[in-house]
């Protein structure tokens, strides 16, 4: 929705409330900071290259592959990067690999590119304060790094671990029902509640004054037609409580 709304001008951002270690920056700056820890493992270099922050396409790394001066001259670099993070953090080799690769102004020309940007800042805000508050050894922070995103489908508690807004200046401000506090806003427009899905998973029937564990049902395997009924009304009470709140 963003996106569309951005293509025919209309200033957007998303509020998810998501947890930013779950974003494709997250992922793709622990790629770039493993090759920079670990800059002779050439199979690191060539993933962190792959990334849309540091933006080469498989036709220019199959250049550096295949020529040894380029290859070596990205190993240099790499390690000029590794010397900055040793003597000066990880900020430091942040903002030393953004101002020679461009990263900010890449990102900040793609798709939704505003909000990789706050993305990307956050991250290393995080990155920074966990130097401070756990260890600022590379191998340490890239181990604590490399387990909050594996831990970001976790509920977030954190707000400095929320993805932030963009500037919100007259944007509209795209969220999920689930995010919505009702009566927030003057104009709400919800453009899904006509799609009905079907429903998926494990599903709780129960009714008021019944064992929960004795009515929850498996979606898939339930034939009987008066629960595939049920559970279609469940979904469907459920979707109208949400539209009802917001």
């Known amino acids: 929705m963003a996106a569309a709304l951005k293509d025919l001008g209309v200033p957007a951002i998303v509020a998810s409330g998501a947890d930013v ?32 922050l540091l933006g080469s396409d498989a ?23 590794q010397e900055e993070w040793e003597r000066r953090g990880v900020a430091a080799a942040i903002a030393l690999i953004d101002a020679e690769e461009k990263i900010t102004a890449r ?16 991250l290393i805000d995080l990155l920074q304060a966990a130097s401070r508050e756990y260890s600022s050894r ?19 508690t954190a707000d400095e671990r929320q993805i932030q807004l963009e500037s919100d ?6 969220v999920t029902m689930h995010k919505a506090k009702g009566l927030e806003y003057n104009f709400v427009f919800a453009p899904f509640l006509w799609s009905l899905q079907e429903p998926k998973g494990i599903k709780l029937l129960a009714k008021a004054g019944e064992d929960p564990k004795e009515r929850l ?3 898939g395997l339930a034939a009987d037609p008066a629960i595939q009924a049920a559970l279609k009304r469940s979904d469907l009470e459920d979707r109208l409580r949400l539209a009802y709140v917001q």
């Open 169 to 174: 200046r007259d944007a509209v401000q795209v």
């Open 21 to 52: 270690m779950g974003t494709e920056e997250a992922g793709e700056l622990l790629r770039i900071l493993r090759a920079v820890n670990e800059p002779r493992r050439s199979g690191l270099r060539y993933a962190a290259l792959a990334t849309r």
């Open 138 to 156: 590379p191998g340490h922070l890239l181990r604590w790094f490399s387990q909050e995103i594996a831990r970001s489908g976790d509920i977030v």
């Open 107 to 122: 990102i900040a020309s793609s798709a939704l590119g505003e909000r990789r940007v706050t993305n990307l800042r956050q």
């Open 59 to 81: 036709a220019a790394i199959r250049e550096v592959r295949s020529d040894p001066a380029r290859d070596d001259e990205t190993l240099r670099k790499f390690y000029k990067w």
């Open 217 to 219: 049902v498996n979606v």
